[in-house]
């Protein structure tokens, strides 16, 4: 299911672009409206639920989530991060003007767990999160989030970084976190899938051979 036009749920940006096939669609409408973001628009990549192989209700980025932001990541694989454009609509909000900092919050992690899989190749869990607040983000207005990776620490942990910002390049929350990768077992557990269809599901199984 694809946002509509006239859903009052959808995030603004879903509202206002309405979405076309699934999996090439949102790439058009995203370098579009960010074009002084994207030095390479050939270079995003989709990143999708489905690809991997899972069945997700995610509510910061899966579309068919009527309840969440569906708000879709794609990976600039010529920058090495993780990026998305959003704009929130009021039904966000925590200040009437402002984005509430709990769906901010849930944008960072988002990000910086698909950075987690996108860039360093592991199913991987929020450990730890630091996030600073620096202006407000304003209801209606288009924004971008970007993750990367840091570090890795052995093969158990990663290190990553998100920033939000505006159409000016300002910063207007930043965070680190520390991802704790997942093994097999936990993987396909929090998957809801067996260790098998870790290695087999979708266009890039979650755990390659």
Request: glycine share 10%.
């Amino acid at each position: 299911m694809t946002a509509r036009p006239d859903d009052d749920n959808a995030p603004l940006a879903a509202r206002k672009h309405p979405t076309g096939p699934a999996g090439s669609h949102h790439v058009t409408s995203t370098t579009r409206d960010n074009d002084q973001w994207t030095t390479d628009p050939g270079s995003l990549r989709a990143l999708t639920n489905e690809a991997w192989g899972v069945t997700s209700h995610c509510f910061v980025c899966e579309p068919t989530n009527g309840a969440g932001l569906r708000i879709p990541f794609f990976h600039d694989e010529a920058a090495d991060t993780v990026t998305a454009g959003f704009e929130l609509g009021p039904q966000f909000s925590g200040a009437p003007t402002y984005v509430h900092g709990g769906v901010l919050l849930a944008l960072l992690d988002e990000a910086m767990a698909w950075a987690a899989i996108a860039i360093g190749g592991q199913w991987a869990v929020t450990g730890e999160t630091t996030t600073r607040f620096e202006q407000p983000v304003m209801v209606g207005e288009l924004y971008r989030v970007t993750a990367r990776i840091e570090d890795r620490e052995g093969a158990s942990k990663l290190t990553t970084a998100a920033e939000i910002t505006d159409r000016a390049g300002t910063g207007r929350a930043r965070a680190t976190a520390t991802m704790i990768v997942l093994g097999e077992a936990q993987a396909a557990t929090a998957a809801g899938v067996t260790i098998d269809e870790l290695h087999t599901n979708g266009d890039t199984p979650l755990i390659g051979d």
